[in-house]
């Protein structure tokens, strides 16, 4: 980890009340999880990415058209787009490859095919970028971070986030994947409506498919990284006229 990076807020390693010491790899553990939980202050509980409105017009009824949708979104988006994006994004910080972190920013926001989904992605990334400054204060990387147009995204700005915390490539990919599915989880939750049970058994299901989509992910050839998911986009742009909705996109 960089020097720069070792604010006690993001290492919690320290002797504990009762004099035990927390392990290197607990730490690492502690930190993925502070980033992949609903908690971490970025909004995304706001965002159903179109979920919502595959509801609404009654492509998902219920509980196994929830499991459905949301495997297919994992596979289809987050593993072909998503994932070897932030993969990459940690290599070019850890590099400190400014000029491809501005690249791949670029990349991800000319993918996104709705306004709603931009501006999700913009808004996410700029409250991550915000709560990792007293995280990494005095990282050279924060400005860079800040400085991207139109906005730092969300996955750029979580690459630099497990950068930050030590995390190791496939792991972060994993705690990346699952923030989604949890967040996703609670969005049906609400909007179809689900049972918290049924909603366990659809997160349970996708916890198990997430290792084949990030291996899926990493095993892309240079090049390999796409963005189409044309169901994706009309309901999203559905989503933006929508007469009644509980989320933002």
Known sequence: MSAHCRSEALRPERVSAKGSQMSAGDGVLLRLLRLASPALPVGGFSYSEGLEAAIDGARVRDEAGVAAWLSDHLHLVLARADLPLLAEAMAAWEARDIERIASLNDWFADTRETSELRLQAEQMGRSLAQWLAPQCEGDARLAALAGLRPAPLWPVAFALALTCSDAPLREGLVAYAFAWAENMVQAALKAVPLGQSAGQRVLSALAAEIP??????????????????????????????????????
Do not use: K, N
């Open 212 to 249: 084949d989509a990030v291996d899926a992910a990493l095993a892309l050839p240079p090049g390999g990284r796409q963005s189409f998911a044309p169901m994706l986009a009309v309901v999203s742009a559905q989503h933006e006229t929508q007469y009644s909705r509980l989320f933002r996109s």
